[in-house]
Each structure stands twice: as C-alpha cells, then as structure tokens.
C-alpha cells in the first residue's frame, strides 16, 4: 500500500485564486512528520511547510498552510492568492516516527498557474 | 551558507561503466539523504547517513549501488555496470540530524546512461 498518496497528478487554476492540493497518508505510527517540498522546472527541491503529528495547529508559512485532519489522515496544501510564480510540481512528504531516517514521498501534482 | 553541492551536475554515460556521484552537505549537518527521481516520478529514497553510518540501505535498488561517507561531510554514490534504467535525478539532502524536520536539497546529478 502506498504511504503517501497524492490523487491530483495535474491541476490548472487562475491566477489569485486559492489552490488545495491533495494528500493522504497511511501509517500506524503515533508520531510522524508531514512536509510539502515545492519542484520548479530548474529541479530544485524547495521546502514549504511541516506539519507534526502531535502539533495542535494547523501549520501556517506565509501563503502556504498545511489542513491536517489526523483522523482523516489528511494533510492538504492551501495556497491562497496564487502567483504565477507558483507553477511547479508539488510533493507530499512523510517522516514515520522520531528517528531522523527516510522521508517517503508521493507521486507530486503538477499546479499549472493561468494569468 | 553554502548549500548542499553536488557534481557532477550532468554525467553522460556508457551502459556497463562506473560512475560516482558526490554530495557535499551543508556544514554542520549531520543527517545526509540520497533521493532518485526518474523522469516525472516523484522521489524514491535510496539511503540514509546519520554521521559516517548508514542505519538504513533498504532503499538501494541492487547490489551495483552503494554509498559511503567520510568524515561525517561528503558523500559519494557508486554504480557500478550502469544499466540504462539507472537513468534519473539523483538528489542529495542534508539535516541538521536527529528531530530536524528539513531537509535541504542539492540540485541534483542528472545521470543519463547510453
């Protein structure tokens, strides 16, 4: 079974409108790490948001927030007022347990910005 | 700071050769990650470093493949008999270690095996 699933393999929305991208997640460890890493076409892989498992919050990092619903095991990317700029590909990610060890990913979704 | 350097950034190969990969972390960072990316796939972990010990080397593909670190810095990633399946993105990531939630990112070496 996958870990991470991400069910939106592309997604086209216009500029200054919100995006929500998909994540599911299957693990039976109490405690675990959520990340979204962002994918420009030059490659690199940019860090965006972490969500832990035992944080009360929702996480928040500018226009980015993470909407964790444990029981759901849930943990959807909001971006609001998106940018061109924002035109990448987008991967969930997941840390199981506390041990600072592999970080699995998902597929990614691809988010095409419209002016 | 620098970040996370890798080189070559290109390596153009021939099937059945070697090849070495290199990833210098950012400094301090103990924890260090090797990732592949095949074309329009997502990452596939490969290993993990926390200091000069791999605790975990369940993600390498086949036994062509292998690792290591010295000096708790810079790593290299050996194939050995490259395949034309070993085409991809490798990508190198270093944290600062233990409950560390980023992971920053190198830009990768594009291998393209012929």
């Known amino acids: 079974a996958q870990k991470i699933t991400q069910t939106q393999p592309g997604m086209f929305v216009q500029e200054k409108e919100a995006v929500t991208l998909d994540c599911t997640y299957d693990?039976?460890?109490?405690?675990?790490?959520l990340f979204w890493y962002k994918q420009p076409s030059s490659g690199e892989m940019i860090f965006l948001i972490y969500?832990?498992?035992?944080?009360?919050q929702n996480a928040t990092e500018g226009r980015y927030s993470l909407n964790f619903q444990k029981a759901r095991k849930s943990a959807n990317l909001v971006i609001s007022a998106s940018q061109l700029g924002d035109s990448a590909m987008y991967f969930c990610?997941?840390?199981?347990?506390?041990?600072?060890?592999?970080?699995?990913f998902g597929k990614g979704t691809r988010l095409h910005i419209l002016p | 700071g620098a970040g996370v350097s890798q080189s070559p950034s290109n390596k153009v190969t021939e099937k059945g050769k070697d090849v070495e990969l290199r990833c210098d972390p950012i400094?301090?960072?103990?924890?260090l990650y090797w990732y592949r990316q095949s074309l329009g796939q997502g990452l596939e972990f490969l290993i993990y470093?926390?200091?000069?010990?791999?605790?975990?080397k369940s993600g390498l593909p086949s036994d062509r493949f292998s690792a290591e670190r010295t000096g708790g810095s810079v790593s290299t990633l050996t194939i050995q008999r490259t395949q034309q399946e070993d085409s991809a993105v490798y990508l190198c990531?270093?944290?600062?270690?233990?409950?560390?939630?980023?992971?920053?990112f190198g830009p990768g070496t594009r291998l393209l095996v012929l």
């Open positions: 990531a270093s944290s600062l270690g233990r409950n560390q939630e980023t992971q920053y």
């Open positions: 693990t039976s460890d109490p405690s675990y790490g």
């Open positions: 969500q832990g498992s035992y944080d009360q």
């Open positions: 990610a997941m840390r199981e347990g506390w041990r600072d060890d592999k970080i699995i």
């Open positions: 400094s301090g960072h103990t924890a």
């Open positions: 470093f926390q200091g000069n010990s791999a605790p975990d």
